[in-house]
Nanobody, 122 residues
Framework: VQLQASGGGLVQAGDSLRLSCATSGLTFSRYGMGWFRQAPGKAREFVAAISWSGRNTYYRDSVKGRFTISRDNAKNTAYLQMNTLKPEDTAVYYC????????????????WGQGTQVTVSS
């Protein structure tokens, strides 16, 4: 199983980025997908998640209204559209896949990607 996160970069505050998480080796349509991030010196934190069907989405409060998670089951890929980026969004972003994540989708993931760096300058 492989999860490949991409799309990170260096942007200015207010800009947008779209992260992608391409997967292989699993039946993508059966897995809930999550995005997490870890800033230097801080613990990894939940950012957003989407159910296997795409019907249900979950966000941390600080990104609601700015970030949108989506998935394309035909392409085995999940996305995180990040708008109005802020310096506090700077972190390494990881995608994760879970066959049975926790009810709030914040834990219980089986596979993790390698991370992509997002840096937002003020």
């Amino acid at each position: 199983v492989q999860l490949q996160a991409s799309g990170g970069g260096l942007v200015q505050a207010g800009d947008s980025l779209r992260l992608s998480c391409a997967t292989s080796g699993l039946t993508f349509s059966r897995y809930g997908m999550g995005w997490f991030r870890q800033a230097p010196g801080k613990a990894r934190e939940f950012v957003a998640a989407i159910s296997w069907s795409g019907r249900n989405t979950y966000y941390r409060d600080s990104v609601k209204g700015r970030f949108t998670i989506s998935r394309d089951n035909a392409k085995n890929t999940a996305y995180l559209q990040m708008n109005t980026l802020k310096p506090e969004d700077t972190a390494v972003y990881y995608c994760a896949a879970g066959l049975g994540p926790s009810s709030d989708y914040k834990a219980g993931y089986d596979y993790w990607g390698q991370g992509t760096q997002v840096t937002v300058s003020s």
